[in-house]
């Protein structure tokens, strides 16, 4: 599986943008990036995934650069709820379904 | 509509012992896949099962074992338990398709605490 690399951890001002960064540099072409979330005592809780376009739901936009070696979550309105450790995931299309997560990005929403 | 469940939600069991975890899939689901959380953390892959039969395996030794029945629900064996078993065990589910890109689905998890 392809690795990602996410910063151990990041604080976000409640009420802004937070906008989490993840590298992919291996990433191949059959590959999505998958973004899941985190919060104490419970599941990871789907975010988003994209290939190559940029991507947007209720939750959360994924931007992915060209050349799809790096991607950046954002959460438009942080708010204390987002408090999380958010996992960057990249998944084969073909294959192989697994998830391979990595320690993630420790995320704590400041008031 | 229901997510996906597990149970139980915290089991207590002492080394040597065996255990059993269930999990239902999200509706709509036909494959499940177990993964093993240690304190601080990202979850790591166990196995994957899919029409009753498991799939893709992750390093884990045969200790592991698993079970999917004909309405899709999962079990998950633990045998032998060591202290190093001590973990949250997550269940996911999701659609089997090939290609697939459809998001995995987890539950909340069973925290089993190893004595």
């Known amino acids: 599986d392809a690795k990602t690399t996410q910063p151990t951890s990041m604080d976000c001002a409640e009420g802004r943008a937070a906008n989490l960064p993840c590298n992919h540099s291996?990433?191949?072409?059959?590959?999505?990036v998958y973004w899941y979330r985190q919060i104490h005592s419970q599941g990871p809780q789907y975010i988003i995934h994209g290939l190559k376009n940029n991507e947007t739901n209720e939750m959360a936009s994924l931007i992915i650069t060209e050349d799809r070696k790096s991607s950046t979550l954002i959460l438009p309105h942080a708010t204390l709820r987002d408090t999380a450790v958010y996992y960057c995931?990249?998944?084969?299309?073909?294959?192989?379904?697994?998830?391979?997560f990595g320690k993630g990005n420790q995320v704590v929403v400041i008031p | 509509d229901a997510g996906v469940t597990q149970s139980p939600t915290h089991l207590i069991k002492t080394r040597g012992q065996q255990v059993t975890l269930r999990c239902s899939p999200k509706?709509?689901?036909?494959?499940v896949s177990w993964y093993q959380q240690a304190l601080g953390q990202g979850p790591q892959f166990i196995f994957q099962?899919?029409?009753?039969?498991?799939?893709q395996r992750g390093n884990f030794p045969d200790r592991f074992s698993g079970h999917q029945f004909p309405n899709y629900s999962s079990e998950l064996n633990v045998n032998a338990l060591l202290l190093g078993d001590s973990a949250l065990y997550l269940c996911?589910?999701?659609?089997?398709?090939?290609?697939?890109?459809?998001?995995?689905?987890f539950g909340d998890g069973t925290r089993l605490s190893i004595l």
């Open positions: 995931i990249v998944r084969a299309v073909y294959g192989n379904n697994r998830l391979a």
């Open positions: 509706s709509g689901h036909d494959t």
């Open positions: 291996t990433i191949s072409g059959n590959e999505y």
């Open positions: 099962y899919y029409e009753e039969e498991e799939r």
């Open positions: 996911a589910s999701s659609s089997w398709g090939v290609p697939s890109n459809q998001p995995q689905h």
